[in-house]
């Protein structure tokens, strides 16, 4: 008789830890990384183990085989399967973003639904070949996972249009002078230059990063008379932390910090 096992499906969503880095891997390389149940699911695992290690500092998110994401995954919504985590939005991360820094490394393409995830990530790194794109409009669709809402948000208005209306692609050139990618790298060199930003976060006070961060992204939605009063609310905590003593501390002492995050 033959016994005959079924293939174990590898994972969709791969992480590992690199110093104080979580780098996050869409892991469907010939569907091009397009989000499923799965992806969507296994981000926002991904996500929560950044925000509740206290070994942890910083993420790092890219697409597996030389694509960061193309979307949604057509087949799986067919087949009855719903890419949005409840509450917390499309891929498991476009409306509730973690509270610690999140760099996206983009190789190949960041389209539709991968760009939106990109949206949400607070910093983007990416290769010279890389191309992005939000084609909605041209399936007579709207971008609602966060590219309408966030994009004029991250580059000039009208620039932001453009992208929207039209539909058509943007070279990562282009997307690095408009604002919307930080670094460029040479093809192959995404991830490696996102982990070592990462790195660099991950070394400073995490109290303060974190914080620095929940401020950048919530003064656009602070009239301007609560902007001082709302910050003070929140950084009030970090300079009341061991982590502020330690860093006053270690600068006197010429030596590195050790920061416990509290």
């Known amino acids: ?52 290690s206290d070994e942890l500092r910083a993420g790092v998110l890219t697409g597996a085989g030389g694509t960061f994401c193309a979307g949604m995954d057509l087949k799986g919504f067919l087949r009855g399967e719903s890419p949005v985590v409840k509450g917390r939005g499309f891929a498991g991360l476009t409306m509730a973003p973690p509270r610690k820094p999140l ?3 983009v190789e190949g393409w960041a389209l539709a639904g991968g760009f939106e995830i990109l949206l949400a990530c607070d910093l983007v790194v990416a290769a010279e070949t890389a191309k992005f794109g939000v084609p909605e409009v041209k399936r007579a669709l709207v971008a609602g996972a966060g590219g309408a809402l966030l994009l004029p948000q991250r580059i000039p208005l009208g620039a932001a249009l453009e992208l929207l209306l039209t539909g058509d692609p943007a070279t990562a050139r282009r997307a690095y002078e408009l604002g919307l990618v930080q670094r460029l790298t040479p093809e192959g060199g995404a991830l490696d230059e996102a982990v070592r930003l990462a790195t660099t976060i ?34 009030e905590p970090v300079f009341a932390s061991e982590d502020s003593r330690e860093g006053a501390t270690a600068f006197a002492e010429k030596r590195a910090p050790v920061w416990k995050g509290r």
Do not use: H
């Not at 995490?206 to 003070?232: D, F, M, N, Y």
């Open 1 to 52: 008789m033959t016994w005959m096992t079924e293939a174990v499906k590898p994972p969709e969503v791969l992480t590992e830890r690199r110093d104080g880095v979580l780098v996050i891997t869409i892991n469907r390389p010939a569907a091009k990384n397009a989000v499923t149940e799965g992806v969507a699911t296994g981000i926002a695992a991904a996500l929560d183990e950044l925000d509740y």
């Open 103 to 105: 760099i996206a490394a």
């Open 202 to 235: 991950a070394a400073n006070g995490p109290l303060a990063v974190a914080v620095t961060k929940q401020i950048a992204r919530s003064a656009a939605s602070w009239p301007a008379e609560e902007g001082w009063r709302q910050q003070a609310k929140l950084i």
